[in-house]
């Protein structure tokens, strides 16, 4: 049987400050300067789990009549971490099978990149009892399936090019 989902990787630009970096920066410019260097920007992803198995994944979930693909991303992302998302762009697909009641299921899942513009991971509903931002990196050493692994990294790129287009805008 063939069954489809939708999902994506929730991610948030998280501004930190270091403190051997932050005085390397005070040895290296001006005082009028450093307001330039004042905070790295970093990306952080947002991971749902189950605490029971251990389980690590990105969000996602099965349509409802009626509804798009793009829909059901941002639905299902906002019902399992809590928080509002904004669709930026498709990412690809991944496809996998599994049994349940005897049933074998083809399923195909597509991830779509969503930015967090609200919300709070405390305010996810039941599926996972775990929700969790992670640096990105510790994102895909946290993620339980390789084939999520490969979305993220895809992101990944999507997000550099997304990130130097608004820097060219002047959105950051």
Not at 36 to 58: C, F, M, P, Q
Not at 78 to 107: D, N
Not at 155 to 170: H, I, N, P, T, V
């Amino acid at each position: 049987m063939r069954a489809y989902s939708a999902g994506g990787v929730v991610f948030r630009l998280a501004l930190s400050h270091s403190p051997v970096i932050d005085f390397a920066i005070d040895q290296l410019v001006s005082t009028s300067e450093r307001e330039k260097y004042d905070t790295l920007v970093s990306i952080e992803v947002a991971l749902v789990g189950r605490s029971y198995t251990g389980i690590w994944a990105l969000p996602k979930g099965t349509p409802r009549p009626g509804e798009t693909t793009e829909q059901v991303a941002v639905r299902e992302a906002q019902e399992e971490t809590g928080l509002q998302v904004q669709l930026i762009a498709y990412i690809g697909s991944i496809s996998y099978s599994f049994v349940r009641e005897q049933v074998r299921y083809h399923k195909q899942v597509r991830h779509f990149l969503l930015e967090a513009v609200g919300g709070d991971i405390t305010l996810h509903d039941h599926e996972y009892d775990l929700v969790q931002w992670f640096p990105f990196h510790e994102a895909c050493r946290r993620l339980t399936y390789q084939n999520e692994v490969n979305i993220l990294y895809q992101a990944e790129e999507m997000l550099q090019r997304w990130s130097q287009y608004r820097q060219q805008e002047g959105h950051m």
